[in-house]
Nanobody, 125 residues
Framework: RCSCRRLGGGLAQSGGSLRLSCQDS????????LDWFRQAPGKEREFVAA????????YYADSVKGRFTISRDNAKNTVYLQMNGLKPEDTAVYYC??????????????????WGKGTQVTVSS
Protein backbone atom coordinates (compact mmCIF):
# COMPACT_ATOMS: atom_id res chain seq x y z
CA ARG A 1 0.00 0.00 0.00
CA CYS A 2 1.03 3.57 -0.55
CA SER A 3 1.08 6.21 2.08
CA CYS A 4 -2.01 7.73 0.58
CA ARG A 5 -3.92 9.97 2.84
CA ARG A 6 -7.57 9.78 1.90
CA LEU A 7 -9.90 12.57 2.61
CA GLY A 8 -13.61 12.87 2.29
CA GLY A 9 -16.25 10.21 2.29
CA GLY A 10 -19.03 9.94 4.79
CA LEU A 11 -22.78 9.98 4.66
CA ALA A 12 -25.02 11.51 2.02
CA GLN A 13 -28.66 11.37 1.05
CA SER A 14 -29.85 10.00 -2.25
CA GLY A 15 -29.27 12.67 -4.90
CA GLY A 16 -26.58 14.33 -2.83
CA SER A 17 -22.89 14.88 -3.43
CA LEU A 18 -19.59 13.95 -1.86
CA ARG A 19 -16.01 14.57 -2.83
CA LEU A 20 -13.21 12.12 -2.19
CA SER A 21 -9.53 13.01 -2.21
CA CYS A 22 -6.47 10.83 -2.10
CA GLN A 23 -3.07 12.39 -1.51
CA ASP A 24 0.23 10.59 -1.87
CA SER A 25 3.77 11.53 -0.98
CA UNK A 26 7.23 10.22 -1.71
CA UNK A 27 6.43 9.01 -5.19
CA UNK A 28 6.61 10.28 -8.77
CA UNK A 29 2.90 10.90 -8.83
CA UNK A 30 2.68 11.98 -12.46
CA UNK A 31 4.12 8.64 -13.62
CA UNK A 32 0.98 6.82 -12.63
CA UNK A 33 -2.46 6.38 -14.05
CA LEU A 34 -4.78 6.86 -11.08
CA ASP A 35 -7.92 4.88 -10.41
CA TRP A 36 -10.84 4.73 -8.03
CA PHE A 37 -12.40 1.42 -7.07
CA ARG A 38 -15.18 0.54 -4.67
CA GLN A 39 -16.29 -2.49 -2.75
CA ALA A 40 -19.79 -2.96 -1.42
CA PRO A 41 -20.54 -5.47 1.35
CA GLY A 42 -20.49 -9.01 0.02
CA LYS A 43 -19.33 -7.94 -3.41
CA GLU A 44 -16.04 -7.88 -5.25
CA ARG A 45 -14.04 -4.72 -5.60
CA GLU A 46 -15.00 -2.98 -8.84
CA PHE A 47 -13.57 -0.30 -11.08
CA VAL A 48 -15.13 3.16 -10.84
CA ALA A 49 -12.94 5.59 -12.75
CA ALA A 50 -9.42 6.23 -14.02
CA UNK A 51 -7.47 9.25 -15.20
CA UNK A 52 -4.43 9.47 -17.42
CA UNK A 53 -1.08 10.68 -16.14
CA UNK A 54 -1.58 14.20 -17.45
CA UNK A 55 -5.26 14.30 -16.52
CA UNK A 56 -6.52 14.80 -20.05
CA UNK A 57 -8.19 11.42 -20.52
CA UNK A 58 -10.76 9.96 -18.16
CA TYR A 59 -12.52 6.62 -18.03
CA TYR A 60 -15.66 5.67 -16.14
CA ALA A 61 -17.67 2.60 -15.31
CA ASP A 62 -21.09 2.71 -16.93
CA SER A 63 -22.72 2.76 -13.51
CA VAL A 64 -21.22 6.16 -12.61
CA LYS A 65 -20.86 7.81 -16.02
CA GLY A 66 -22.45 11.24 -16.04
CA ARG A 67 -22.57 11.42 -12.24
CA PHE A 68 -18.97 11.05 -11.07
CA THR A 69 -15.94 13.07 -12.15
CA ILE A 70 -12.34 12.07 -11.60
CA SER A 71 -9.60 14.69 -11.59
CA ARG A 72 -6.03 15.07 -10.41
CA ASP A 73 -3.59 17.74 -9.34
CA ASN A 74 -0.06 16.49 -9.91
CA ALA A 75 1.44 19.49 -8.13
CA LYS A 76 -0.42 18.45 -4.99
CA ASN A 77 -0.02 14.70 -5.54
CA THR A 78 -3.76 14.39 -5.19
CA VAL A 79 -6.54 12.61 -7.06
CA TYR A 80 -10.19 13.50 -6.56
CA LEU A 81 -13.54 11.86 -7.15
CA GLN A 82 -16.51 14.22 -7.27
CA MET A 83 -19.68 12.20 -6.79
CA ASN A 84 -23.00 13.81 -7.70
CA GLY A 85 -26.45 12.32 -7.97
CA LEU A 86 -25.57 9.70 -5.40
CA LYS A 87 -27.70 6.57 -5.18
CA PRO A 88 -28.01 4.02 -2.38
CA GLU A 89 -26.25 1.51 -4.63
CA ASP A 90 -23.16 3.74 -4.53
CA THR A 91 -22.72 2.75 -0.88
CA ALA A 92 -19.32 1.10 -0.59
CA VAL A 93 -15.79 1.49 0.64
CA TYR A 94 -13.93 3.54 -1.95
CA TYR A 95 -10.23 3.07 -2.70
CA CYS A 96 -7.78 5.08 -4.74
CA UNK A 97 -5.10 3.17 -6.60
CA UNK A 98 -2.17 3.77 -8.90
CA UNK A 99 -0.89 1.85 -11.89
CA UNK A 100 2.39 2.60 -13.59
CA UNK A 101 1.73 2.54 -17.30
CA UNK A 102 2.38 4.94 -20.20
CA UNK A 103 -1.23 5.21 -21.37
CA UNK A 104 -4.65 3.66 -21.16
CA UNK A 105 -5.86 1.97 -18.03
CA UNK A 106 -6.43 -1.59 -16.89
CA UNK A 107 -9.41 -1.27 -14.59
CA UNK A 108 -8.14 -4.46 -12.98
CA UNK A 109 -7.75 -4.89 -9.24
CA UNK A 110 -4.86 -7.27 -9.84
CA UNK A 111 -2.84 -4.82 -11.93
CA UNK A 112 -2.67 -1.89 -9.51
CA UNK A 113 0.75 -1.07 -8.16
CA UNK A 114 -0.40 0.82 -5.10
CA TRP A 115 -3.56 1.17 -3.07
CA GLY A 116 -4.81 3.83 -0.74
CA LYS A 117 -6.71 3.15 2.43
CA GLY A 118 -10.42 2.80 1.88
CA THR A 119 -12.99 5.35 2.89
CA GLN A 120 -16.62 4.54 3.60
CA VAL A 121 -19.34 6.21 1.55
CA THR A 122 -22.90 5.61 2.68
CA VAL A 123 -25.90 6.87 0.72
CA SER A 124 -29.28 6.79 2.41
CA SER A 125 -32.53 6.62 0.48
Amino acid sequence: RCSCRRLGGGLAQSGGSLRLSCQDSGRTFSSYVLDWFRQAPGKEREFVAAISRGGGIKYYADSVKGRFTISRDNAKNTVYLQMNGLKPEDTAVYYCAAERRPNGYSGSVNLMDYWGKGTQVTVSS
